[in-house]
């Protein structure tokens, strides 16, 4: 079984300053899918930048990259020139590539980032 | 722009009583998902459809909860009885089933048993 990490339930950054979001993760499995969904209060969740595992150049979305570090097990979030409607809570989720359950997703517990004006 | 529907979006109700979740999901998506979410915690997957199939409800709490999707579309999560610990978040999801597996998610419906 997978599991997913995230050890930084709450953090806040002002305005146009960069945050770091941090997600660990355990599996056996060599190749897989790394996501992070964004829950903005009272909205649906919706996908923000998604890596796959056998892709050694990290995901970029406009404002939003990502460090994938295999070895390490590691997915962490940078959000850059940060803006008052990225305020949200923050998921990092696994999904293998194949396989039984290879369509479901697991997820951390979550960040809650807010941006201060 | 397709979305996932739910409802209600809220529900109240007293413990030991029926409640019912409704999800349709994005036209053409042959996977569906019905999450928990407690409050300051991630998603927990409870049951997987794959048409009118159950792939997976290993998680779902088959003494009182029941989920159905009849004809491969819609479908609806049932409790019975509920429960205090029941109150949550229930996130209803939908996926092309092929491809990198982005889930679409619903707004959920929030639950609170008294």
């Known amino acids: 079984a997978q599991t997913v990490t995230q050890s930084q339930p709450e953090m806040s950054v002002q305005e146009a300053e960069t945050v770091t979001l941090s997600c660990t993760y355990d599996?056996?499995?060599?190749?897989?899918?790394l996501f992070w969904y964004k829950q903005p209060p009272s909205r649906q969740m919706i996908l923000v930048i998604r890596q796959e595992a056998y892709k050694q150049q990290n995901a970029t979305e406009n404002r939003f990259s990502v460090n994938f570090q295999k070895a390490a097990k590691s997915f962490s979030l940078k959000i850059s020139d940060s803006q008052l409607g990225d305020t949200a809570m923050y998921f990092c989720?696994?999904?293998?590539?194949?396989?039984?359950?290879?369509?479901?997703?697991?997820f951390g517990k979550g960040t809650k980032l807010s941006v201060i004006p | 722009e397709a979305e996932v529907a739910q409802s209600p979006r809220y529900k109240i109700t007293e413990k030991s009583q029926a409640v019912a979740f409704w999800c349709d999901p994005i036209s053409g998506h042959a996977t569906l998902y019905w999450y928990r979410q407690i409050l300051g915690q991630g998603p927990e997957l409870l049951v997987q459809f794959q048409d009118e199939s159950v792939v997976d409800d290993s998680q779902l709490p088959k003494d009182r909860f029941s989920a159905e999707r009849l004809k491969g579309v819609d479908s609806t999560l049932k409790i019975q009885p509920a429960e205090l610990g029941d109150s949550a978040m229930y996130l209803c999801?939908?996926?092309?089933?092929?491809?990198?597996?982005?889930?679409?998610f619903g707004e959920g419906s929030r639950l609170t048993v008294l």
């Open positions: 989720a696994f999904r293998p590539f194949l396989g039984a359950g290879s369509y479901q997703l697991t």
């Open positions: 599996t056996s499995e060599s190749n897989y899918y």
């Open positions: 999801a939908s996926s092309p089933g092929v491809g990198t597996g982005e889930l679409f």
